[in-house]
């Protein structure tokens, strides 16, 4: 099992960067693939990035494509979602996601285990 802690959320202006961390304790980090979704007032949650378990591989949506880089460090049990040019649209609630597995997902169904989310707020 995992237990995910997402951190560095937080107030920025548009055009603005900010990192988000997802610490995972557990064993066996390494195994599993993990993402970052996000939810909007109102709205749905939705598929932000994911990165295999190796860190080899990574997918994105268009909407954060070129703008946004999803890392991890193995070695510190933690995935990373730097976030660049960042637009008021991109306001939300992040949350991390895990699941074990070599492969990456897009959709939520796919994921065990969810941090508590971190809240980014985007002002114009």
């Known amino acids: 099992q995992v237990q995910l802690v997402e951190s560095g959320g937080g107030l920025v202006q548009a055009g603005g960067s900010l990192r988000l961390s997802c610490a995972g304790s557990g064993r066996s980090f390494s195994s599993y693939a993990m993402g970052w979704f996000r939810q909007a007032p109102g709205k749905e949650r939705e598929f932000v990035a994911a990165i295999s378990w190796s860190g080899g591989g990574t997918y994105y949506a268009d909407s954060v494509k070129g703008r946004f880089t999803i890392s991890r460090d193995n070695a510190k049990n933690t995935v990373y979602l730097q976030m660049n040019s960042l637009k008021p649209e991109d306001t939300a609630v992040y949350y991390c996601?895990?699941?074990?597995?070599?492969?990456?997902?897009?959709?939520?169904?796919?994921?065990?285990?969810w941090g508590q989310g971190t809240q980014v707020t985007v002002s114009s």
């Open positions: 996601a895990a699941v074990r597995s070599a492969s990456m997902y897009t959709r939520e169904y796919d994921y065990d285990y």
